[in-house]
């Protein structure tokens, strides 16, 4: 029997019933551990009058905790639809009217097809065969990061896409951006990708920000020399 809906996740009114998850997003949506690392994080992230860019976006629940930060503009994609609907209406279930979701993956350089690889946990979700077994798969053809970045003055990237980062961060110029939060998975591509992506940043002039990340949770910060005042925390 599919149980009555969820109503309160991290703050947020979550219009979404057991039938629309897996067992195992269910009950960290009914425990409160679901994205509960990424939400403390990006509380702090954002400033009023933001442009942001999310990679992934899941059911929404990051991008609906971004959308409380007074006039943030953010657009979201996530190549599963099935998501970008649940995401929709957890956005505006909790009236998040500045926000625009988008079916799609955004890459590096020119548009390919790829084929993606849905899961029933689709935060497993990826273009990776071989990352566990899958339900179903879709092909979907790219666009371009930068093209987006630039035609929108994005100046915030936000992205959870499942090992994609590593290549993204590689070859993407970024121009504009001065904040990117990032999930690392280093189960994915070792800790190899994780010094591949710091050198990245470091040599494109971001600086790892200690103070809002924490594990695989990662913020790089453009780095315009400021000292900051002592924390003792």
């Not at 019933?17 to 702090?44: C, F, M």
């Not at 990679?55 to 599963?80: E, H, K, Y």
């Not at 505006?92 to 625009?100: F, M, P, R």
């Not at 002039?205 to 000292?227: E, K, L």
Request: glycine share 8%; with cysteine.
């Amino acid at each position: 029997m599919t149980q009555n809906i969820f109503t309160k996740i991290h703050g947020l009114d979550l219009p979404i019933t057991q039938a629309d998850v897996s067992p195992i997003i269910w009950a960290a949506l009914q425990n409160g551990s679901y994205e509960a690392k990424e939400v403390r994080h990006v509380r702090t992230l954002l400033r009023p009058h933001d442009r942001v860019l999310e990679l992934g976006s899941g059911i929404g629940v990051i991008t609906t905790i971004m959308a409380q930060m007074p006039d943030v503009r953010i657009w979201s994609f996530d190549a599963n639809p099935h998501t970008v609907e649940l995401a929709r209406k957890v956005a505006q279930a909790n009236g998040a009217d500045h926000v625009t979701f988008g079916h799609g993956l955004l890459t590096a350089g020119a548009p390919e097809t790829y084929t993606f690889y849905l899961r029933r946990d689709f935060w497993m979700s990826s273009m990776i065969e071989t990352q566990g077994p899958f339900e179903s798969t879709i092909e979907i053809t790219s666009r371009n990061v930068d093209e987006f970045i630039t035609g929108h003055d994005i100046n915030v990237l936000v992205m959870d896409i499942e090992g994609a980062e590593r290549h993204l961060l590689a070859n993407a110029a970024l121009d504009g951006i001065d904040r990117v939060f990032l999930e690392l998975h280093d189960h994915l591509y070792g800790l190899a990708g994780v010094r591949d992506i710091f050198e990245t940043m470091s040599a494109r002039g971001y600086a790892y920000d200690p103070r809002n990340s924490s594990g695989p949770c990662v913020v790089f910060a453009r780095d315009n020399g400021t000292i900051r005042p002592y924390c003792p925390d």
